[in-house]
């Protein structure tokens, strides 16, 4: 969700830094398309794209090579370029360690790029394989950290279990050309692509579809692929612990198989950052947090999906429904007073467009 103080770039002129951790500028060269990103560093996700990226990883699979990287700090990790390689690598080695009974803490704005909890996460893996390694290849101090292709071709002989159960949450048919065209008139920074998945994601999922697109601009200005510092990712920024939370308490999945297709979701950024799967996510958890604070109030829905339901729904028991301003003043937003200032000025920005 939405970072509230902890991202240290924010500034009252622009209001809120989200920090979009790949493609922030036009030019940058995305990852898994191969072209240039367009459109204030938004670059939808198509099955082409998508087609590529599995095409180049099956190319790889033939052998791989040695691989560097740039250490990554808090200082710099903004300026190095999330790399779809690593992350999957990334998503293959927290599955390995996840069905091993260790949870590797991968939430971080390193996901995709190599710093110390990527470190960390390829130390546990290798040492629970038991392979061998250089420690020299992970120095910190080192000019460039060296991934070799051995242990790459260890990493890729883990059984990672792909899977299509899930996809059919991006498949949202297709939408009303009378309302796309209105979303756009009023969004016209937005590619269609983004605005036609928030539409039909809300029709879907019986919420209206102005609150959606409320939520979703204060969330990531509408950026498929936003990922914020603590790596909330997509449309509606969402980390494995919400994504876990749609699978069982709106989907029906239960134990195990829920946390495994959470992580299938969550460290797949074919997934995560597809417009479809971050809209249809966001529309979900829209009506969890709904249902929970018992009010069809934009105001209040948004502060549950931000701040969670266990600090909203008592105060919406305390004040009633029909008192968003006391709520809104009580809820404890972390960070400076200033925050919550800025986040309230935020969702009135976004349902003024609507109204």
Same mark, same amino acid.
């Given at each position: 969700m939405l970072c509230i103080g902890k991202n240290s770039e924010c500034t009252a002129d622009r209001e809120w830094d989200l920090?979009?951790?790949?493609?922030?500028?036009?030019?940058?060269?995305? &990852? =898994?398309?191969?072209?240039?990103?367009? +459109?204030?560093? /938004?670059?939808?996700?198509?099955?082409?794209? !998508?087609a590529a990226s599995l095409q180049n990883h099956f190319l790889a699979r033939a052998g791989h090579r040695d691989r560097t990287y740039t250490w990554a700090t808090e200082q710099n990790y903004l300026g190095i370029p999330q790399d779809d390689f690593l992350n999957d690598l990334q998503c293959r080695m927290s599955w390995y360690l996840y069905k091993k009974g260790i949870v590797p803490n991968l939430q971080t704005q390193f996901s995709g790029r190599f710093g110390v909890h990527t470190k960390k996460l390829f130390?546990?893996?290798?040492?629970?394989?038991?392979?061998?390694?250089?420690?020299? *290849?992970? *120095?910190?101090?080192? @000019?460039?950290?060296?991934? =070799?292709?051995?242990?790459i071709d !260890?990493?890729?002989?883990?059984?990672?279990?792909?899977?299509? &159960?899930?996809?059919?949450?991006?498949?949202?048919?297709?939408?009303?050309?009378?309302? $796309? @065209? =209105?979303?756009? %008139?009023?969004?016209?920074?937005?590619?269609?692509?983004t605005i036609a998945a928030v539409y039909r994601?809300?029709?879907? &999922?019986?919420?209206?579809? *102005? *609150?959606?697109?409320?939520?979703?601009?204060? @969330?990531?200005?509408?950026?498929?692929?936003?990922?914020? /510092?603590e790596s909330f990712k997509g449309l509606g920024q969402?980390?494995?612990?919400?994504?876990?939370?749609?699978?069982? /308490?709106?989907?029906?999945?239960?134990?195990? /198989?829920?946390?495994?297709?959470?992580?299938?979701?969550?460290?797949?950024?074919?997934?995560?950052l597809a417009p479809e799967m971050g809209a249809r996510l966001a529309a979900k958890y829209y009506t969890l947090c709904r249902a929970a604070v018992g009010?069809?109030?934009?105001?209040?829905?948004?502060?549950?999906? +931000?701040?969670?339901? %266990?600090?909203?729904?008592?105060? $919406?028991?305390?004040?009633? %429904?029909d008192n968003a301003e006391a709520i809104w003043q009580n809820i404890g937003m972390r960070g400076s007073l200033n925050d919550k200032a800025l986040v309230r000025k935020r969702v009135e920005k976004f349902k003024a467009l609507f109204k």
């Open positions: 920090a979009v951790s790949d493609r922030q500028a036009s030019g940058v060269k995305d &990852e =898994r398309s191969g072209n240039a990103a367009h +459109n204030g560093g /938004r670059v939808p996700w198509t099955e082409s794209a !998508r130390l546990q893996f290798l040492h629970t394989r038991g392979i061998d390694y250089d420690p020299q *290849d992970f *120095d910190e101090k080192s @000019e460039h950290i060296i991934v =070799r292709g051995r242990i !260890r990493i890729f002989d883990i059984d990672f279990p792909a899977t299509t &159960e899930l996809d059919g949450l991006m498949d949202l048919g297709t939408a009303d050309a009378a309302a $796309v @065209e =209105r979303y756009r %008139a009023i969004l016209p920074h937005v590619d269609v692509k994601a809300a029709v879907i &999922e019986g919420i209206p579809p *102005d *609150d959606l697109f409320v939520l979703i601009g204060v @969330e990531s200005d509408y950026s498929p692929s936003a990922v914020n /510092r969402l980390n494995l612990t919400s994504i876990h939370d749609v699978l069982v /308490r709106n989907m029906g999945y239960a134990g195990a /198989r829920a946390m495994e297709l959470a992580y299938m979701i969550y460290y797949d950024h074919g997934r995560i009010t069809s109030s934009i105001d209040l829905i948004y502060l549950a999906y +931000n701040q969670g339901v %266990a600090a909203t729904g008592p105060l $919406v028991r305390q004040f009633g %429904a």
